[in-house]
C-alpha cells in the first residue's frame, strides 16, 4: 500500500530527521531533555537563563562547587552538535558532558541553546551563538544580568568549544572574535571536538566515491539552503579568507579515526599553520572510535581520556 499524504516523506534524513510532504518535520534523534539541577556527584549545580525572547536564545549555566565566594572562575562557552538540525543543552547526553568539564576543569560554563535548522537555517545558529557571546562580555566588571557571571566569572580566561556542527560554529566564533574586536573578553582557546568541516574537493583519507560524500554534502545544504556549494567558508575553513584572523592564540582540535570527517580535521591543523594566525594549533587523535562517540559512550576509556585532554588544555597556563 502506498503511503497516504501525510505519510509521504519529502526529506528522509535518518537518522536525524525526516521531513513529510504535508511540511510535517520529525525529529528523530536528540528529543530527550533533562531538567537543570545540582548533581551530588560532581557538586555542579546548573540553571537555564534567557539571553534574548526575541530571536528565542537562551543558555543552560554550569557552576562547580565555590569554596571563595570571591572565586574568579575560566568561562567555557559550549556549542552542541547534530548537523544545526537536531539537539540541544538539554539533551542528556550534552548536559552531562558539560556537567563533567564544569567540574573537572573548574569553569563556569554556558552550554548555548541557538536555534536550529531548518526552521531557523545557517547561518541564524552562528548569529544567536554570536549574540550569546556578547551576552557573556556584558557582565565585564559584574555589570550583566546573570549573577554566576558577575560573581565567578573570569572575562580573562574564556574558551569556546563544541563538536561536530557546534565545533564548526565555535571556529567562526573565534573568527569574530579575531575581526569585530570584542575586547571585554579575552578568548584563550577553542577547542574542536570532530569538526563539521567539508569540501567539494575529498582530502586525506576521505572517500573519493560522490555517494559516499552524499550524506555530507546533503545535511549541509538542509541545513544551509542559501548555500553556494560545499566550499561555502562557513563550511569549509579552506576557502575563507578570514582564517589568519581566529581570535586566540591556542586551538585543540580533536579527532577520531573512523570518523568519516577525520582528515578535515587535521587538514584544520594544516590550514591554520599556513594562514597568517601566529597561535599554536595541536591535535589529539582517537583510535578505533567514530564521530562524537565521547556523547553516546561517556563512561569508555578512550572518552575519559578525550575529556582529561581537554581539562588540561584548559588549565595549561
Known amino acids: 500500500m502506498e503511503p497516504t499524504g501525510s505519510e509521504e516523506v519529502a526529506h528522509d534524513l535518518s537518522p536525524y530527521m525526516k521531513i513529510y510532504k504535508d511540511g510535517r518535520l520529525e525529529r528523530i534523534a536528540g528529543k530527550d531533555v533533562v531538567h537543570p539541577s545540582f548533581d551530588p556527584k560532581t557538586n555542579v549545580e546548573s540553571k537555564d537563563v534567557v539571553i534574548s525572547s526575541e530571536p528565542d536564545i537562551s543558555a543552560r549555566l554550569f557552576i562547580p562547587k565555590i569554596t571563595n565566594q570571591n572565586q574568579k572562575l575560566p568561562v567555557f562557552v559550549y556549542f552542541h552538535g547534530g548537523a544545526f538540525i537536531i539537539e540541544t543543552p538539554f539533551s542528556p547526553n550534552y548536559h552531562n558532558y558539560v556537567n563533567s568539564v564544569a567540574s573537572q576543569a573548574n569553569v563556569v560554563a554556558v552550554s548555548v541553546h541557538y536555534r536550529r535548522a531548518p526552521e531557523h537555517p545557517v547561518p541564524i545558529a552562528h548569529e544567536d551563538s554570536w549574540t550569546a557571546i556578547k551576552w557573556v562580555a556584558s557582565h565585564l566588571n559584574g555589570n550583566g544580568p546573570e549573577e554566576w557571571l558577575n560573581r565567578h566569572a573570569d572575562l580573562g580566561r574564556v574558551f569556546f568549544s563544541g563538536d561536530s556542527a557546534g565545533a564548526n560554529i565555535a571556529?567562526?566564533?573565534?573568527?569574530?572574535?579575531?575581526?569585530?574586536?570584542?575586547d571585554s573578553i579575552k578568548l584563550?582557546?577553542?577547542?574542536?571536538?570532530?569538526?563539521?568541516?567539508?569540501?567539494?574537493?575529498?582530502?586525506?583519507?576521505?572517500?573519493?566515491?560522490?555517494?559516499?560524500?552524499?550524506?555530507?554534502?546533503?545535511?549541509?545544504?538542509?541545513?544551509?539552503?542559501?548555500t553556494s556549494s560545499s566550499d561555502d567558508p562557513l563550511i569549509n575553513p579552506a576557502k575563507d579568507p578570514k582564517l589568519g584572523s581566529l581570535g586566540c592564540g591556542r586551538v585543540l582540535v580533536c579527532v577520531a579515526e573512523k570518523d568519516d570527517m577525520f582528515s578535515r580535521g587535521w587538514y584544520y591543523k594544516e590550514l591554520l599553520e599556513k594562514s597568517e594566525w601566529d597561535g599554536v594549533v595541536e591535535v589529539f587523535e582517537t583510535k578505533e572510535e567514530g564521530h562524537v562517540f565521547h556523547t553516546t559512550n561517556p563512561s569508555c576509556e578512550n572518552a575519559l581520556a578525550l575529556l582529561n585532554h581537554i581539562v588540561s588544555f584548559i588549565n595549561h597556563n
Do not use: N, Y
Open 171 to 182: 571556529h567562526h566564533m573565534a573568527i569574530r572574535v579575531g575581526t569585530e574586536r570584542l
Open 188 to 226: 584563550q582557546g577553542i577547542v574542536l571536538v570532530h569538526p563539521f568541516f567539508w569540501g567539494v574537493k575529498p582530502v586525506g583519507s576521505e572517500a573519493t566515491e560522490p555517494e559516499k560524500r552524499t550524506t555530507a554534502d546533503q545535511l549541509w545544504r538542509f541545513a544551509c539552503p542559501a
